[in-house]
């Protein structure tokens, strides 16, 4: 298209010979965004005809220039520029897009806004910047690039990251809803990286309004590529790189490990271990490991005709995981069509396909690698070494786990996802839209047990003997399927119009359902006879005998929503703004009656665009200035379960007489019959502006956000186990600060920019309920929920050293049991002795600072960007050291244990009888701060010189890149990111799959 | 009108979306209303007739007696590795400080184990409750007056029982006798002292006496009779001393008719021996191909021996004490039948099964109450041996509590003829051992008794609660080599932690724990 351009510009061009005094001036022009070449761009002389345009490569020279004149340059869709020529011989130019960042729409729901226009906090971020990185799941890029978004990552082939938007503001489900194109989805993960165009994070009560019961929680709108106007493209984008674990744990070798069981032993007065088989000194993180593979790669065509724009894309992903055999795949096709009928009709169509394939790994194969004793070899052959007998019985051998499991499942994954929809025009200012949208899910799944392998039992003692590790096990297949259905229609009516150049006025109203079911079937069989072979094309349950023994299963669920909504944007001279919101919405998890089955929900948001007013013309320095606020009251059900209001009978408890067995049944749990959904409701202030032509941007944003009626699970104390009353119950607060900044800039031919964010966000609870005297804890009463302190904070004794003497025991508080060598713990009552009312704050998992920064630079070809990231003030429970089920191979910290006075305050003795050393103390945690070096990436473009357009090549990028190069962090497992899924019970690692650096090279190709 | 025209058309737009709007809201409430998939609730189950309508309740709570929480991992350690009968068993550091504690005192209120146990029998009584409350107010259930009666009273048995449990375990209990109309209002009930609940207990299990049957068709086999109540209620009066009425109970038992000493010692812990007319009461449990573990209970896994291959029958843990292995008289059989020895290069140790048990196992002792029959392990292709039933209450048990109530009583005759009885089966024909007691001295008889008790009922999970009722918790325990045990505390176990945080103080700890 560009040379066609080029070619009608050339036609008007026409060269005028000048006196000598006049010199000659050449340059390149590029894109400022990307350092693009931009091919027949007008370079013209002020206040004459006289020009020329930009060639192939974006370069110009214009002779006869006089040396005191000045250069316009410009593009069509680009703001021009003036040069002075102030006799230089070389004038480069980067044009940058006449669509200021300000004027850019930005998706919200049902709608669209212009960034300028908002008064909630929502971010966008590119396609770009997702694609850039070699990361299967879009999701995991979002780290760090937006302020108050926390993604906790995990290494695992294919894991869907955790998000979390401003903090925690529930003990219940606390993801965010993703609208894909409009459509409601629980996650993204069926999307390839290259297919998105932006990703906008909405953040704040007004924006969320709008989503009722499912937006409580914050929403990711995903907005996938549609064809690109005006020409015919195809596109080609591949990365692949190695995944590296960039730490091991520190665990002792076979000698540390015999010297801290020696030690352990004589603490406890038990007879020495007898080692006299156990030579060997296995690395057993070393044999589980692997440099991984991870590659995506995304092909697609569009075309843009005057009557139709076409799209069609395909891709595939692969990501093989740092432990061995762990392997995820995923295939994308993806196809996207309008068709204007008239200028006023135009209707279209999408559909995605997406199929994947999935390896497990062994159960737990992390700790046990951690855990298993270093002094036991491998394998001989195909048989492994057992355990000595300490820990035989609780940990098997991890290399026989993993070679046991390797290539036992047949998982796999299909996804249709596919929208219709007809736009019509009418009488100027209206637009009606229907859009029917479904997703369909198929899982199927098949599985294998085999034979246990041989083990070696070398014992203590005697010789060593050869064995099964369970010599009854017989071969075994399963099967499963499932599918999920979701139904979704939307209606909207949109009414725009601008009124005496003054009141502009947008206002929207919709009808939207959403249904969705899911249905699953399982069975397994066992050949009590016959050894199945170790082949996936015999892994069906017909394989096997009826006869033999069997189990089935199967289960399913419906849940409906419908809603009304409408909003209206008002702004008055594009100065002051007001943004309302409204959505009426019901859900078939909640019982039939207008007060507990339908809930309405709103927002309103202001804004004030300062720096239009007439007494701002004279500050030059200050380009836009706005003041924003907005409330809103948004409902929270998302993963609710079905029919709430209906607890189901439990049947799975069997009563046994004799041999007979016979079924029974009972509620699952008590629900309040006012069961309803949770309320989230907030207020946002914030201020946005753009300064220094437009160089500098910053956006402050306050919010202070609380969610009540939280849907609580109250086991009953004193009654009853596992017996719950499910009732709404409870304040949680999130209140914080977040900051976006950026700047941007060229000299000369180098251009760069630098946007850093951060958030703060402190939570609390402010009520776990009024009439009500409990606590909510987790992980096992490490975690606590309780009234005033933020959700599920760490909960235990706090270290302050080691007893040393006898005598020292006796200055300080101690357990009536307490002895030289376990941990002091501080008096927190101050009553002379340590009992569980010492039991104190220790800090939260939650992280209260996430923060990002993005820095990129370009010169001529060259680009360079580097990402960095981080959250601090959180710690984290290093759960894997607290396990005392067995006799476990000792982390290094272990060598520094206390050996007699004076030898350590920090690590207790070597004795595991010791309990109050296993209470749960700061001893067990580590800050869960971090900073890292997210993405680094250099890359070089090609312009379109000769050669590449002989073969139609428009662009051509090559990259290399490095993520997580490098993380500094004081804790002592393979990641700073443990889990944050579980509100009540996070921030434990406990056997934490290593999230690994990655090394990628990567092409980007444009025909 | 011209469908075509720009004005016309526009308006027709309008009112088609207007009527699609009207049409899909005015179906709203159809759309939106969803039944649950695939599971009853308790309104539309369909409840089945005949005899047993509230057998869907009242087997949840049998159901819930196999519970990992109720008799396994935690009954074990707190009945029996308390006691002077066992040790803590498995590896040196195996089990940790938790496992350790249950051996050497004092238990810490955070050891998981205890809330284990609380949380178990929390359920089983929240279980009984449920039936209690479905019995009295479910008028969807069509049922006779005399059925009601009867499943009330099987309910009371097991809710009797698991008080008794708990108030043994702790003490000081909180007292949930129903189901509550308002859970969230009355979910912090503050503890009742032993005496209140043992009036519970005793309600409870008189009502169970009175109306359950005697016994059950082979169908039902094991489910709460008459005699079982008649039975528990006898120990519970025995542990508080009241002696006539736990001579009348343990009276009721023994003149039903119902049972008789004619088991064999050694049959009676085998999976033969399981519902014979020694067995009082057992916790059943099953195992099949299909079903390994899922109708069983992890009581036999716990404490199976821990070899490796065909040896690893389990976890290892509670192994016979060396005090209880000296507490036997020369030439009693019961020790053998009671103690699983491992192998030394000199003397084989050998299986009831005539197996020769390997050199060199992790502990020299293993409890042989709990080892399966090697063909059964075979024939459900599993080694851990989950279909072991649980001999909660059996007729020698009756027999010694009548005894010793008697001898309270100064019945001596009585105590001794029942004395003798137990005596008689262990001497399985041999009368060279286990002379007839006949002393009529109140305070020897005593002895006799409680020696008898203790070699009878090994293993058997009375013991640590027998010490306590005794009043000899601490002699016996420190001779055992349980120095820290201290009487003003560990008679009854902290209340666990977790529970007191949960009720943020209402439920308060128990003496001198901190």
């Known amino acids: ?1007 | 009108m011209n469908l075509f025209n720009k004005k016309y058309r526009n308006y027709g737009i309008m009112v088609l979306f207007i009527a699609a709007v009207s049409t899909f809201a005015g179906c709203k409430d159809d759309f939106l209303d969803r039944e649950l998939q695939g599971q009853y609730t308790l309104d539309n189950y369909p409840y089945p007739g005949g005899s047993g309508p509230y057998d869907q309740f009242l087997f949840g709570a049998y159901s819930s007696l196999r519970d990992f929480g109720v008799h396994s991992f935690a009954f074990i350690l707190t009945t029996s590795v308390r006691s002077d009968d066992a040790d803590k068993g498995s590896t040196a550091a195996d089990g940790g400080a938790n496992a350790i504690d249950m051996d050497n005192f004092p238990v810490q209120p955070s050891n998981g184990h205890v809330n284990t146990i609380w949380n178990g029998y929390y359920n089983l009584i929240n279980k009984t409750n449920i039936a209690l409350d479905q019995i009295a107010n479910n008028e969807e259930i069509p049922a006779a007056p005399e059925v009601k009666i009867q499943a009330e009273a099987e309910a009371k048995f097991i809710r009797g029982y698991a008080y008794f449990m708990l108030v043994r375990l702790f003490g000081r209990v909180p007292l949930i006798d129903r189901v509550f109309e308002d859970p969230a209002a009355q979910a912090n009930v503050p503890q009742s002292t032993p005496e209140q609940v043992y009036a519970l207990i005793e309600e409870d299990l008189r009502f169970a006496a009175a109306n359950l049957p005697p016994s059950w068709s082979p169908q039902f086999v094991g489910r709460a009779t008459s005699g079982a109540a008649n039975g528990l209620l006898a120990k519970v009066y025995l542990t508080q001393k009241k002696w006539s009425q736990a001579l009348g109970a343990a009276n009721m038992v023994i003149m039903s008719g119902q049972y008789d000493i004619t088991t064999p010692y050694d049959k009676i812990f085998r999976e033969d021996g399981e519902n014979t007319s020694e067995s009082v009461f057992e916790v059943q449990a099953t195992a099949s191909r299909q079903f390994p573990t899922a109708n069983g209970v992890q009581y036999a896994p716990i404490q199976g021996i821990r070899g490796s291959g065909q040896w690893n029958l389990g976890w290892g843990f509670n192994i016979p004490s060396l005090a209880l292995e000296a507490a036997y008289e020369a030439g009693d059989p019961r020790r053998q039948r009671t103690i699983l020895y491992t192998s030394t290069p000199t003397t084989p140790g050998v299986t009831i099964y005539g197996e020769v048990t390997p050199v060199g196992l992790p502990n020299p002792r293993y409890n042989n109450k709990v080892y399966t029959n090697p063909a059964i392990r075979n024939t459900v292709g599993s080694q851990g041996g989950w279909w072991m039933n649980i001999r909660i209450l059996r007729y020698a048990d009756v027999l010694l509590m009548y005894a010793e109530a008697a001898n309270e009583l100064g019945m001596t005759e009585e105590a001794l003829e029942k004395l003798e009885m137990v005596r008689n089966r262990a001497r399985a024909g041999n009368n060279a051992i286990l002379p007839p007691v006949t002393t009529t001295n109140q305070a020897e008889l005593r002895q006799a008794i409680r020696h008898e008790r203790r070699v009878e009922m090994g293993m058997e999970h009375d013991r640590f609660f027998d010490l306590v009722r005794w009043g000899i918790a601490e002699e016996a325990l420190h001779a055992a080599g349980k120095t820290n045990f201290n009487p003003a505390r560990d008679v009854v176990l902290p209340i666990p932690q977790q529970q007191i945080d949960l009720s943020k103080g209402v439920l308060t700890q128990n003496p001198n724990y901190n």
């Open chain 1, 1 to 1007: 298209m560009k040379n066609y351009l080029l070619l009608v510009l050339c036609l008007f061009s026409f060269h005028v010979l000048f006196a000598q005094e006049n010199i000659t001036v050449r340059g390149k022009v590029t894109d400022a965004s990307d350092g693009q070449p931009l091919i027949g761009a007008g370079v013209q002389i002020k206040g004459t005809t006289q020009g020329t345009v930009t060639d192939i490569d974006g370069n110009y020279e214009l002779q006869n220039v006089p040396p005191n004149a000045t250069l316009v340059i410009s593009y069509v869709g680009y703001s021009d520029q003036e040069h002075p020529v102030n006799n230089r011989a070389v004038i480069n130019a980067q044009l940058g897009s006449a669509i200021s960042e300000l004027e850019q729409v930005v998706v919200v729901g049902y709608g669209t806004q212009r960034k300028r226009d908002l008064t909630g906090s929502i971010s966008s971020v590119s396609g770009q910047e997702i694609a850039q990185q070699p990361n299967v799941n879009p999701v995991s890029s979002l780290q760090g690039k937006v302020a108050g978004l926390t993604v906790v990552n995990s290494g695992r082939a294919g894991a869907s990251p955790t998000v979390r938007i401003r903090g925690v503001n529930s003990t219940n489900n606390t993801d965010p809803l993703y609208v894909v194109d409009g459509i409601f989805q629980n996650n993204i993960d069926y999307l390839n990286p290259g297919d998105i165009e932006s990703i906008e994070v909405l953040r704040d009560p007004s924006s969320i309004a709008i989503f009722g019961l499912q937006g409580g929680n914050g929403v990711i709108i995903v907005t996938t590529k549609r064809a690109a106007k005006g020409e015919t493209r195809v596109n080609f984008q591949s990365n692949v790189g190695v995944q590296r674990v960039q730490k091991k744990i520190d665990v002792v070798d076979a000698a540390g490990f015999r010297q801290l069981y020696n030690e352990q032993l004589a603490n406890l007065n038990a007879a020495p271990f007898d080692y006299t088989n156990y030579n060997a000194n296995t690395d057993w993180q070393d044999l589980i490991f692997q440099n991984a593979l991870i590659t995506n790669n995304n092909l697609s065509i569009s075309n843009s005709g005057e009557k139709t724009t076409t799209l069609v894309s395909i891709g595939y992903n692969e990501q093989e995981g740092v432990i061995k055999y762990d392997n995820y795949k995923k295939y994308i096709a993806r196809l996207n069509q309008e068709i204007r009928i008239t200028d006023n009709i135009k209707v279209g169509a999408d559909l995605t396909g997406f199929h994947f394939r999935q390896q497990g790994i062994a159960g737990g194969i992390l700790n046990n690698a951690l855990w298993a004793a270093p002094i036991v070899p491998v394998q001989e052959g195909d048989r492994y070494y057992s355990m000595p007998s300490f820990q035989r019985a609780q940990v098997g051998n991890p290399v026989a786990n993993i070679n046991r499991t390797r290539g036992n499942t047949v998982d796999q994954g299909y996804r249709v996802v596919g929208s219709l929809f007809g736009e019509v025009k009418f009488l100027e200012n209206f637009t009606a839209r229907s859009t029917v949208y479904t997703s369909l899910g198929f899982n199927t799944f098949r599985g294998y047990t085999p034979l246990p392998f041989t083990v070696i039992n070398l014992g203590e003692g005697g010789a060593p003997t050869e064995d099964f590790f369970n010599p009854l096990s017989r071969t075994s297949v399963s099967q499963s399927q499932s599918q999920g259905r979701r139904f979704q229609q939307d209606h909207t009516l949109t009414y725009n119009k601008t009124f005496a150049d003054k009141h502009s006025v947008t206002a929207l109203a919709g009808f939207t359902t959403l249904f969705t079911a899911t249905s699953n079937v399982s069975g397994s069989r066992t050949d009590t006879t016959l050894v199945i072979p170790r082949d996936p094309n015999f892994w069906y349950l017909g394989i096997v005998d009826e006869s033999m023994p069997m189990s089935t299963g199967g289960g399913g669920s419906e849940i409906a929503f419908m809603s009304f909504l409408g909003r209206i944007n008002y702004a008055f001279n594009n100065k002051y703004l007001v943004n309302l919101s409204f959505r009426r919405d019901g859900s078939s998890i909640f019982a039939p009656g207008s007060d507990t089955r339908w809930g309405d929900f709103g927002s309103v948001g202001l804004g004030w665009v300062v720096s239009d007013e007439s007494f701002f013309e004279g500050v030059t320095a200050l380009d836009f200035l706005k003041l924003r606020g907005a409330w809103g009251e948004v409902g929270s059900a998302l993963g609710f379960p079905a029919n709430l209001y209906q607890p189901g009978a439990v049947i799975a408890n069997r009563a046994i007489f004799g041999n007979n067995v016979n079924a029974s049944v009972g509620p699952a749990y008590v629900p309040d019959p006012n069961l309803h959904w949770e309320v989230v409701r907030g207020i946002d202030l914030g201020l946005d502006l753009r300064a220094i032509d437009s160089k500098l941007s910053a956006e402050f944003t306050l919010y202070d956000r609380t969610t009540k009626d939280i849907l609580t699970r109250v086991t009953l104390p004193g009654t009853a186990g596992d017996y719950e009353f499910r009732t709404n119950l409870g304040n949680i607060s999130n209140r914080g600060i977040e900051v976006a900044l950026g700047w941007t800039d060229q000299i000369g031919d180098f251009n760069y920019s630098f946007s850093p964010n951060f958030s703060y966000n402190k939570n609390n609870v402010e009520s776990i309920g009024p009439n009500l005297e409990f606590q909510i804890v987790g992980n096992g009463g490490v975690n606590l929920t309780e009234t005033g302190q933020s959700i599920g904070y760490f909960y235990g004794y706090r270290q302050t050293g080691i007893y040393q003497t006898t005598a020292d025991m006796d200055r300080v508080a101690t357990f009536p049991n307490s002895l030289p060598g376990d941990i002091a713990f501080e008096d927190v009552n101050g009553d002379g002795i340590l009992s569980p009312a010492d039991r104190t704050f220790l800090g939260t998992p939650f992280p209260k600072w996430n923060f990002g920064g993005n820095f990129t630079m370009g010169y001529k070809g060259f680009d360079a960007s580097v990402d960095v990231q981080g959250v601090a003030g959180n710690e984290i429970y290093v759960e894997r050291r607290n396990a005392t089920f067995a006799v476990l191979n000792y982390e290094a910290n272990r060598l520094n244990a206390w050996r007699g006075p004076g030898t350590s305050n920090v690590e207790p003795i070597l004795d595991n009888t010791r309990g109050n050393n296993f209470l749960f103390s700061s001893y067990f945690l580590e800050p869960g701060d971090y900073f890292r070096f997210r993405n680094i990436q250099i890359g070089y473009t090609f312009g379109a010189m000769e050669n590449l357009s002989k073969i139609g090549l428009k662009k051509l990028r090559l990259s290399l890149s490095g993520q997580n190069v490098a993380t500094f962090s004081r804790t002592s497992g393979y990641t700073p990111e443990a889990p944050l899924s579980n509100p009540i019970a996070s921030g434990a690692d406990n056997g934490l799959y290593p999230v690994p650096a990655t090394y990628s090279i990567g092409v980007s190709a444009t025909f």
